[in-house]
């Protein structure tokens, strides 16, 4: 049995020598002296000798079992120093490299215009009112002088939900009204910002889905005069202080009498150039006098009251603004198009 001591002492020390990784090391310390390793199965055996053979043997045992506790924890803190080096050269920081710059986000160009027009109309003391996009029948068109059958609905064919009457605004005049019937007989001074939709072709120039800005100013003794003179201003701020403006007669059913406003070409300053079509002036907007009809539908009472209201499309502005020239590039989501701005 102090033989087979002898040789299982041996073949330890050999394959503890062998362990290249504290893993390893372990399993090692587990076969070897754990309670079903080789050497403590041997204590079990002790019975089997005689009496004098026991303490020599036990002896022995002993020494063996500190010997190798001891080379064991030798190895451990070899490997275990071994391994923190590794894993430190691994994972060390470089701190002289170049950082890497932060990828940022930026606005959609069509943000930027909505927030540049939000801050303008601010300036001249319009609040913001948010009015919903999914709108009835009776908003979008009736109370806004629009009656079925009106032909001025061909101008603006919408998408219907599958409840009879309920539409998607096809433009922001709606808005008009609920903002009317909040603030009657109070003086108003809004814009109405958002989202609209028309079932029509899509095209460089026309979209199915659009941002349009709408704006209400009444009270009493509102004039045409305010509607030009307050659009003008809008334009100086907008596009510059000496740009021209134009304002040519026009038809809305909801305003009369009712005008479009150009501005001088903010590409050629009104030289002529494609993006104009040679014509020196762009149209941005719809506006007039708010119908008495209308004034009516809202809760005021147009032999006291009067107002004015227009509506421009953000998007066509951006256009002009950056010479794009389409507008499919705005909802594309084309990351090469939306990170120029
Ligand atoms: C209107 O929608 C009127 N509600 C504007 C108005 C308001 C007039 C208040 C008078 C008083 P119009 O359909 O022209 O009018 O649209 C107004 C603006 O929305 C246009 O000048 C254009 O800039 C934008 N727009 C209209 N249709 C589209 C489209 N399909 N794609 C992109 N922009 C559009």
Redesign the pocket.
């Known amino acids: 049995m102090l033989a087979e001591l002898e040789n299982l002492h041996a073949q330890a020390v050999e394959t503890l020598e062998k362990a290249n990784t504290t893993a390893v090391l372990e399993d090692w310390h587990r076969d070897t002296l754990g309670r079903r390793g080789s050497i403590y199965l041997l204590t079990r055996q002790i019975g089997q000798l005689s009496a004098e053979e026991r303490p020599v043997f036990g002896q022995r045992l002993n020494a063996a079992k500190d010997e190798l506790e001891a080379a064991y924890e030798q190895r451990l803190a070899i490997l275990k120093a071994a391994e923190l080096k590794h894993k430190m050269a691994s994972t060390a920081i470089d701190v002289t490299l170049p950082g890497r710059s932060q990828w940022r986000g930026r606005l959609h160009p069509a943000t930027r215009t909505l927030r540049e027009i939000y801050r303008i109309w601010g300036d001249m003391g319009f609040q913001v009112y948010r009015s919903r996009d999914v709108e009835t029948d009776e908003y979008n068109f009736e109370l806004l002088n629009i009656p079925q059958h009106h032909p001025a609905r061909d101008?603006?064919d919408t998408f219907h939900t599958t409840t009879p009457g309920v539409i998607l605004r096809?433009?922001?005049?709606p808005g008009?009204i609920h903002a009317m019937r909040e603030y009657a007989p109070e003086p108003i001074r809004v814009i109405l910002p958002g989202m609209?939709y028309?079932y029509?072709q899509i095209t460089a120039?026309?979209?199915?889905q659009?941002h349009?800005v709408?704006g209400l100013a009444v009270g009493k003794n509102i004039s045409l005069a305010d509607l030009k003179g307050t659009l003008t201003d809008f334009a100086r701020r907008m596009f510059g202080a000496n740009r021209k403006v134009r304002f040519r007669a026009n038809y809305?059913p909801?305003?009369e009498p009712?005008a479009e406003m150009d501005v001088e070409c903010i590409l050629c300053g009104g030289e002529g150039c494609q993006v104009c079509k040679y014509a020196g002036w762009l149209?941005?907007?719809?506006?007039?006098m708010v119908h008495p009809t209308v004034l009516r539908n809202g809760g005021y009472d147009p032999a006291v009251y009067s107002g004015f209201?227009?509506?421009?499309?953000p998007?066509?502005i951006t256009m002009l603004k950056y010479g794009i020239q389409d507008?499919r590039y705005f909802w594309s989501n084309d990351l090469r198009f939306l990170e120029q701005f």
Do not use: N, P
Not at 309 to 313: E, K, L, Q, S
């Open positions: 101008m603006w096809t433009h922001t005049s008009q609209c028309r029509e120039r026309s979209e199915i659009f349009q709408e809305f909801f305003t009712s149209e941005i907007l719809g506006c007039g209201a227009f509506g421009m499309g998007e066509r507008i």
